[in-house]
């Protein structure tokens, strides 16, 4: 079957920096997305990597390693702002989109 | 404001009732989808609608009955609902289905109960 998991809940400090890891195993890969949708409101989309290796966008990077089936979204000085619920989402051969639960992140001051 | 409209917002309905909801994008996009997001649990597809013709219909019971009349306007028709439907239903649109790369822009949702 398909599978994509990341972590429940993670917990980080205002102006630190977290990483978001995300697993899959998908009937062929068209690229991976990553989400954000805080509470109550619809998700925005954050990035797409497609080939292997980091792309960078302001504080948020998020990075591909298909031969590993891995992929990770990085948070840089974090902001209360940037709690929130981050989903990460595969395209599948049939070009389907198979989400991960999401990963909660909470922010303290 | 992500340019797709979802009302209402919030819905309690009883098992018994039929009613309707409604979803609008502005982005001229030919793809538009139904989602169900229940909580801590993946988002589940249920249709999705290419160029107005269903494409996939995800196993979803026939208490669920889409519409789509046009590229810009999808309605979820529900009736005879069970308590465990009740969740976060989200609407989507994107340029194509069937395309690598396109992103999926997203409604608010509706919260709906079912009593």
């Known amino acids: 079957g398909q599978n994509i998991d990341q972590p429940t809940e993670m917990t980080a400090t205002e102006g630190a920096i977290v990483q978001i890891n995300c697993t899959y195993q998908t009937s062929g890969f068209n690229g991976l997305f990553w989400y954000q949708q805080h509470a109550g409101e619809a998700p925005t989309f954050l990035s797409y990597n497609v080939l292997d290796g980091l792309e960078e966008k302001g504080r948020f990077s998020s990075f591909l390693s298909r031969s590993k089936g891995y992929s990770y979204l990085l948070l840089k000085e974090l902001q209360m702002k940037d709690s929130a619920s981050y989903l990460c989402?595969?395209?599948?051969?049939?070009?389907?989109?198979?989400w991960g639960a999401g990963t909660k992140l909470i922010i303290k001051p | 404001e992500t340019g797709v409209t979802q009302t209402p917002r919030h819905l309690v309905m009883g098992m018994t009732n039929k009613k309707s909801l409604k979803c609008e994008q502005h982005?001229?996009?030919?793809?538009m989808y139904w989602y169900k997001q229940s909580a801590k649990k993946p988002l589940e597809l249920m249709f999705v609608y290419n160029f107005k013709e269903q494409t996939e219909n995800n196993s979803v019971p026939s208490r669920f009955s889409p519409e789509c009349p046009n590229s810009s306007h999808l309605f979820l028709h529900l009736h005879t609902l069970q308590p465990e439907d009740s969740a976060l239903y989200l609407c989507?649109?994107?340029?194509?289905?069937?395309?690598?790369?396109?992103?999926?822009?997203f409604g608010q949702g509706t919260r709906l109960t079912v009593v």
């Open positions: 989507a649109s994107s340029q194509q289905a069937g395309e690598g790369g396109t992103e999926a822009f």
């Open positions: 989402a595969v395209m599948d051969s049939n070009y389907q989109l198979i």
């Open positions: 982005l001229g996009h030919n793809a």
